[in-house]
């Protein structure tokens, strides 16, 4: 490639395409760590399926996609599980997109894992009238099977509230560090109407420890009186849950 310089034409120095490559290459690099993906082979749509999902807005006009998410795989565990969702307005244009991750890091095969995707532009929000979700994800090797999780209660309180509290005990022999608890919410007739997470308190465990972890819908009191029942699942960096999914009512 040949540029003008003073009237002249001068090749390009060695330095600059040098540079121009580089470039190419820490943008990529940034690009892949941006979205989360990996260099492991990635998980076909047919192995990562949405089970059931709704949408709400809140009071103060952002709009709430919740579902539940499941791995097909017979025999691979998925990691960085993405959902994307187009939106679209009532003519049946696209009018943007927005994506989330599970809200459980490692699915195991036949595992469910909750999901929430937030659009908090509130213009936006007033636009949406349905939307399309797709996923993908990365398979990955399970980590050990270590944490004991018991739900002990679940209540709707006197504002209309929804709880779900219990206990996680660290059965491992090293320790857990970031131990996170994630609800799927349902209604009587079994679609999902609110996702959350929290972590336990301490978020770290010992080995042998327990603590406690306390989930509270609050986005929207009419989403939390829709609650019929909830599933529950527990991670950490080290370790997934002994239990998959329990089932809290």
């Known amino acids: 490639m040949l540029v003008c310089l003073s009237g002249m034409i001068r090749p390009k ?6 540079m121009m490559s580089l470039t190419v290459m820490i943008s990529s690099s940034m690009g892949v760590l941006q979205y989360g993906y990996s260099q492991e082979a990635p998980a076909t749509p047919s192995e990562i399926s949405v089970l059931s999902s709704s949408s ?5 006009g952002a709009y709430h996609i919740v579902g539940e998410v499941k791995n097909n795989s017979p025999s691979d565990s998925m990691k960085y599980v993405k959902i994307v969702a187009t939106l679209y307005d009532k ?13 459980v890091g490692v699915l195991r095969p036949a595992e469910k894992s909750p999901f929430e ?30 944490l004991k999780l018991s739900v002990d209660n679940s209540y709707r309180d006197s ?12 059965q491992g022999s090293q320790k857990a560090t970031y131990v996170k608890v994630s609800g799927t919410f349902y209604n009587s007739s079994g679609s999902v109407v609110a996702a ?32 019929a029942y909830a599933s529950v699942n527990v991670g950490s960096d080290q370790y997934l849950s002994i239990i998959q999914n329990e089932t809290s009512r």
């Open 13 to 18: 120095p060695v330095f600059f395409y040098l």
């Open 56 to 60: 709400f807005t809140e009071d103060i």
């Open 91 to 103: 003519t049946g244009k696209v009018i943007g997109t927005d994506f989330t991750f599970s809200d």
């Open 117 to 146: 995707i937030i659009l908090t532009d509130i213009r936006q929000s007033q636009k949406v009238s349905s939307y399309k979700l797709s996923t993908s994800g990365d398979k990955t090797r399970a980590l050990p099977a270590a």
């Open 159 to 170: 504002i209309g509230f929804y709880h779900a509290a219990g206990e996680v005990t660290d």
């Open 196 to 227: 959350d997470f929290t972590y336990t308190d301490p978020h770290d465990l010992e080995p042998g420890q327990t603590a406690p972890f306390e989930m509270v819908i609050t986005s929207s009191g009419s989403t939390a009186n829709k609650i």
